[in-house]
């Protein structure tokens, strides 16, 4: 019984965080990384954890994106070379972020919004960061 209820309350917090939606409004504008939540334990991700530590995100009401740090490495600056001409949309189910364009059917990064406790996270699927940020 107690399996249960651990597996229903599992299902009921993730619903939650799954079920928030956003539009394009809430997202268009500049967010800095304030801090990284959650990381990889390798030491290969040093260098692009110490990157995106001082990101900002730049989605622009035309759909282009931008993404810049202060800490440019040699991994993040292929990023940036990848993302130059990109455009972002927000999914059909309104809550994740597509970056790329038709041609690449904007496979080069997807962000997974999830706001907690009134603080919004960037959790980066490819990379398993999750990135508190501010919209400026």
Do not use: C
Request: charge should be neutral.
């Amino acid at each position: 019984m107690k399996k249960q209820l651990l597996v229903f309350a599992i299902l009921l917090f993730t619903n939650h965080m799954i079920s928030q939606e956003y539009s394009e409004k809430d997202i268009v504008g500049k967010w800095k990384v304030v801090k990284v939540l959650k990381k990889p334990e390798s030491p290969n991700f040093n260098d692009i954890i110490k990157s995106f530590s001082s990101t900002t995100f730049q989605f622009e009401e035309n759909a282009d994106f931008k993404i810049t740090t202060l800490d440019k490495t040699k991994l993040f600056a292929m990023l940036t070379d990848m993302t130059k001409e990109a455009k972002w949309r927000l999914n059909n189910n309104k809550y994740a972020i597509s970056i790329g364009n038709d041609s690449n059917k904007y496979s080069i990064l997807k962000i997974i919004l999830v706001e907690v406790d009134g603080k919004m996270i960037f959790h980066l699927d490819e990379t398993e960061l999750d990135l508190e940020v501010v919209k400026e």
